[in-house]
């Protein structure tokens, strides 16, 4: 029988989830330069075209179709979301898993695969064409999101289900493998494929809009509710938990970046409450529903520090990760994987609960960062060789909003369009 409740906050949480992609473009938007804003904005909502589409046909199927050797599920078996409604002389019936609709969960799902791609977007800034982006998207969700997702909550490898179970059930609540250990991992292969931005770390690049960047960090805050406690799957307690420990959690995170940039830099800034605010979402994802509020605030600023101090590395190492999409999502996504295994009220190693599930949680963030990493490298030199990536130094130089779409965000740029022989 449809459950009216858990069914209506659903689709609210699958609503929220789809807001945090226009705020990530909002977010990142603010971070880059005046000339660049637009090409920022459309990656992200380009992102949305695509895999909206995408997963009907495939996605949904490979996610959570039937199992194929534990790494995808079978793109043929719910293809064009086949089997999920039917049209009879009385009108359309639908099928549903405990009282939910599963064309809901197709909507709910959709959005997390949407938000994965557009925060990749971010380390690569200023300096890709538009069309090898919107190919690399349609490629890689394919190929390394719908496959992951499937391993972690569609029954595979990494599952409750798989071979390391054994140890301990995989925690993943909502994310932190299959969302941000995934974007941040493919954010640093594509930063060390693609190479850095004309000037990178010999001139300023300071962002050119902070309002856009708090504004965006607060439409994710918001959107982030349907992500973590739409990840109950009903309007119950655990949704509560989550919705609590998400809100602790990114409070603490936030106040844990300004104070290492107080200690650090003499001030805490508008860009460090918002890039707190991210990381402590981040970190929260995948134990949103395993740890105590307690534990959320403990977790939340160890991951503001973390983050804080990971997003200076990209100029020790000399890769050019525009936007800290590796800093932020990358290690907060780490950080918050193997908390579980400390902070968890079942089962961590803080409760008395042993090395079990740190343990398991080491083994399946491991294995989803080289599953990332071996693919995206693939496909990421795919594209380098064939229709390549980089804009020309001349057009990144003059302004790769007009070039790449033909508009300004500000007139007063007076932004420069390259004659199509200087262009390639």
Request: proline share 3%; net charge negative; hydrophobic share 55%.
């Amino acid at each position: 029988m449809l459950d009216t409740g858990n069914t209506a906050w659903m689709l609210m949480s699958a609503s929220l989830v789809l807001l945090m992609t226009p705020g990530l473009a909002f977010f990142y938007g603010g971070m880059v330069r005046g000339k660049s804003v637009l090409n920022m904005l459309m990656m992200s909502f380009g992102a949305m075209g695509v895999i909206g589409i995408l997963y009907v046909l495939w996605g949904y199927s490979m996610s959570f179709g039937s199992d194929i050797a534990g790494l995808f599920g079978n793109p043929f078996e719910m293809g064009g979301l086949k089997g999920l409604f039917e049209m009879t002389s009385e009108g359309f019936t639908f099928t549903d898993t405990n009282g939910l609709p599963d064309l809901v969960n197709v909507g709910f799902q959709a959005t997390f695969a949407i938000i994965t791609v557009a925060l990749i977007s971010g380390a690569i800034a200023d300096r890709v064409r538009f069309s090898a982006w919107m190919v690399f998207t349609g490629v890689w969700v394919t190929l390394v999101y719908f496959p992951l997702a499937h391993m972690v909550w569609g029954g595979g490898l990494l599952s409750g289900d798989g071979p390391f179970a054994s140890i301990a059930t995989p925690i993943d609540f909502a994310g932190g493998t299959v969302v941000h250990i995934n974007a941040g991992m493919a954010a640093l292969v594509l930063a060390l494929v693609i190479g850095k931005r004309k000037g990178f770390g010999k001139e300023a690049m300071r962002p050119h809009n902070l309002p856009f960047v708090m504004l965006g960090a607060a439409l994710l805050w918001f959107g982030w509710f349907g992500f973590n406690a739409g990840s109950a799957y009903g309007a119950n307690g655990l949704a509560g938990l989550a919705w609590v420990n998400t809100t602790v959690a990114t409070c603490a995170a936030m106040c844990g970046w300004l104070l290492t940039e107080r200690l650090r830099d003499g001030h805490a800034t508008s860009l460090g409450a918002a890039s707190g605010i991210v990381a402590g979402l981040v970190a929260i994802t995948p134990a949103a529903g395993s740890v105590s509020p307690v534990g959320s605030i403990l977790l939340g600023a160890v991951a503001g520090v973390l983050s804080a101090l990971a997003v200076g590395l990209k100029y020790k190492f000399g890769y050019d990760d525009s936007l800290d999409v590796v800093g932020v999502h990358l290690v907060s996504g780490l950080w918050g994987t193997l908390a579980i295994g400390l902070l968890a009220a079942d089962g961590g190693l803080f409760y008395g609960g042993g090395l079990s599930q740190l343990a398991v949680q080491a083994i399946i963030a491991i294995a989803a960062l080289a599953f990332t990493a071996i693919l995206t490298f693939i496909i990421a030199i795919a594209i380098k060789k064939t229709i390549g990536w980089r804009v020309s130094e001349a057009v990144e130089v003059a302004g790769i909003d007009l070039n790449e779409h033909g508009e300004s965000a500000y007139e007063s740029l007076g932004a420069t369009r390259i004659t199509p022989e200087v262009r390639s």
